[in-house]
């Protein structure tokens, strides 16, 4: 079973459309959540970390939840600039290894 | 500018040639990665090392080797015995060896 899985998509959505993903992992003392940005042969850049309260930066929100084993994203009000691919990543804080998923790849149409 | 570099851009390796990526870094992190990326894959972690002099293998890294002889520098060399090296190449570093990673520009490396 992989650390984490996410669903590659692609998801196709209108400008102004809300979407969300879903990511899971294997490793119930998994300490550390991420989301990184993915432009196509670019580098990930980090979006925004994931907190157990849960945090929210302006479109973007993201929630973990434990017992489920999983973290969401959802951006509201899609941008054509949203188009990308988003990478799940999650680290145990015991090993010494971040996990990355195979990320799920947006398209917003005008 | 604070940031991490990768250079070259683009390699190109012949069969049996060893290749040398350069990774370095100006944000004074301690700890730095080598990651490897195929299409439709996840990253994959090759070696990381969390101070100067001390480096760790990761999952894949078989027919790769590394120094890191000063913090700010992280080279990988890629060796002849690593039989498919075609893929984008990532260095990343962060303040502690669980931080938050920040990844350089990447490295695509082609086979002749």
């Known amino acids: 079973r992989k650390e984490v899985e996410q669903d590659p998509g692609p998801f196709n959505v209108p400008e102004g459309a809300t979407v969300a993903f879903n990511c899971t992992y294997s490793?119930?003392?998994?300490?550390?959540f991420f989301w990184y940005r993915q432009d196509c042969r670019k580098e990930p850049k980090l979006l925004m970390s994931?907190?157990?309260s849960g945090n929210e930066d302006g479109r973007f929100t993201a929630q973990l939840n434990r017992a489920s084993q999983y973290i969401s994203l959802l951006i509201r009000d899609s941008k054509l600039s949203d188009s990308a691919t988003y990478l799940c990543?999650?680290?145990?804080?015991?090993?010494?290894?971040?996990?990355f998923g195979t990320g799920t790849s947006l398209t917003v149409i005008p | 500018d604070g940031g991490i570099t990768q250079s070259p851009k683009y390699l190109f390796r012949k069969e049996g040639q060893n290749v040398t990526l350069s990774c370095e870094q100006n944000?004074?992190?301690?700890?730095m990665y080598w990651y490897r990326q195929d299409p439709g894959q996840g990253l994959r972690l090759i070696y990381y090392?969390?101070?100067?002099?001390?480096?760790q293998k990761g999952d894949i890294a078989e027919g790769y080797s590394v120094s890191r002889e000063k913090k700010e520098s992280f080279p990988l060399t890629v060796t002849s015995a690593q039989k498919n090296p075609t893929a984008f190449y990532l260095c990343?570093?962060?303040?502690?060896?669980?931080?938050?990673?920040?990844f350089g520009p990447g490295t695509r490396l082609l086979v002749l």
């Open positions: 990343a570093s962060s303040i502690l060896l669980q931080g938050t990673q920040y």
């Open positions: 490793n119930s003392a998994s300490q550390s």
């Open positions: 994931v907190y157990s």
């Open positions: 990543v999650v680290n145990t804080n015991t090993g010494n290894q971040f996990y």
């Open positions: 944000l004074n992190h301690d700890a």
């Open positions: 090392s969390q101070i100067v002099n001390d480096f």
